[in-house]
């Protein structure tokens, strides 16, 4: 089946501490993609990836990092978290950047940093 | 840079009524629009596309878009709508489909169905 994981669903962790979220496709798509999405604000894009090794900013990428070593896995890295991340995030991926609107989402995670 | 305006967060409707949603985008150049829907507890799942040709775009449940250039507007449009359209409707928008240009999405509208 055609999907994309992340782990974990659901966190709650503490100003400062790092944290990573993992998000892998089995789709072997090249674009790849972090949105978060907070209430009244939509989605915006944290980071995305064209393709193994090239990652650029999208609209809020302070706070967070990136990498893309191989095809299928993006992980997220919030170095030292902070309240102002607390939101749900969602890892997307596409075949390419120009079928990014064919994006499949993953399902969510939800962060709470206290 | 490109823009999208979503001009309802909430529409609540009673089940059966017909239901618009509004979307409205600006851009100095051709776009390519696009509806989306999250249910809840799930990310989000393309529900219909403009990329060329007719105006009018329909999904399989029964949504249907119109692009109209002259008003830069998208909405989204159902005659008759279920307790299971309940979700939040995010429009979106792209100016290239072959270049580094990102979609950009709208703030989204909640849509309750009320039985």
């Known amino acids: 089946e055609a999907q994309v994981t992340q782990n974990p669903r659901y966190l709650i962790t503490v100003t400062g501490k790092k944290l990573t979220v993992t998000c892998s496709q089995n789709?072997?798509?090249?674009?790849m993609s972090w949105y978060r999405q907070d209430p009244g604000l939509g989605l915006r894009q944290i980071y995305y990836?064209?393709?193994?090794?090239?990652?650029d900013k999208g609209d809020v990428p302070e706070g967070y990092k990136v990498s893309r070593k191989e095809k299928r896995n993006f992980p997220l890295i919030l170095e030292s978290p902070s309240p102002n991340q607390t939101s749900l995030y969602f890892c997307a991926s596409s075949l390419s950047m120009g079928r990014s609107y064919e994006q499949y989402f993953g399902p969510g995670t939800r962060l709470t940093v206290t | 840079a490109q823009s999208v305006t979503q001009l309802d967060s909430q529409v609540p409707v009673f089940e059966e009524a017909p239901v618009e949603l509004r979307c409205n985008y600006s851009?100095?150049?051709?776009?390519?629009l696009f509806w989306y829907v999250q249910y809840p507890n799930q990310g989000l799942q393309l529900l219909l596309k403009?990329?060329?040709?007719?105006?009018l775009v329909e999904s399989i449940n029964g949504f249907e878009a119109e692009f109209n250039k002259s008003q830069t507007s998208f909405h989204l449009r159902k005659p008759s709508v279920h307790i299971s359209d309940t979700a939040e409707y995010f429009c979106?928008?792209?100016?290239?489909?072959?270049?580094?240009?990102?979609?950009?999405f709208g703030k989204g509208t909640r849509l309750s169905v009320i039985a």
């Open positions: 403009y990329l060329s040709g007719s105006t």
């Open positions: 851009s100095s150049v051709s776009v390519y």
């Open positions: 979106a928008v792209t100016k290239s489909l072959t270049g580094n240009t990102p979609l950009v």
């Open positions: 990836s064209m393709n193994v090794e090239v990652t």
């Open positions: 789709m072997n798509h090249e674009y």
